[in-house]
């Protein structure tokens, strides 16, 4: 069974430190060294939030999420890693500030559970689900190719507004990265009905258990997203 729980950052080192670690290993097997949402300075960060799956029988980290929000104060992962090429990213993520938003970011999943869909469905869904608890009404992301799709399935946009069309050479020069949007986490108008039926399940019923289906095959997961009862506070 895989557990998925979420906790602010600042609550949990430990299993920061677990997710960075199982995280870096991944960017390894890829032949990346180090991305901007790979720096482990979000530990300490009171507006990041961490969603993090465990194996529950072997106690293994899997893989993992995080929402850091935008405050004003701590510059988001994708602003760091867009501004080398396009600056612009500073004055788009400043005019959502007083809406409200964040950057879903630092995605992964181990190798043990590839080709269940954790990463880019399970966890990508759970991320989306828990933006109205952090009062969040939008959300940045930048994904990969073979996520882009995936991604807008779930409600996200192209934000065209900067890079190439919204495209980026980015983590290494073979790669290329597209900054997305969701406008409107509370309806999700553009995500695809089931996906949106799953994400509202997650949001209305944060503490569940059920049976999810990907790509290789089912996985019993059991979902523990209520910030409030995970942490001792939620938004700084």
Known sequence: MISIRAFRAIED???????AEGHANVLRDYGVSKVTSSSNDWFYNPSAYVMIAENTETGETVGGIRIHIADGITRLPMEDAIAIVDTRVYDLIAKYIPIGTGELCGLWNAKSVAGYGLGSYFLMRVGISVTQQLKLPTLFALCAPHT???SVEK??????????EGTFIYPKLDLVATSIIVKDTLHLPYAQPEEKRLIFELRDNPQIKR?????????EMTYSLDFSRNNKSVVA
């Open 13 to 19: 080192i430990d299993s920061c430190k677990s997710f």
């Open 211 to 219: 049976m999810e289906y990907g790509p290789k095959g089912s996985l």
């Open 155 to 164: 409600g996200f946009e192209k934000e065209t507004s900067i890079g190439n």
């Open 148 to 150: 882009l799709q995936i």
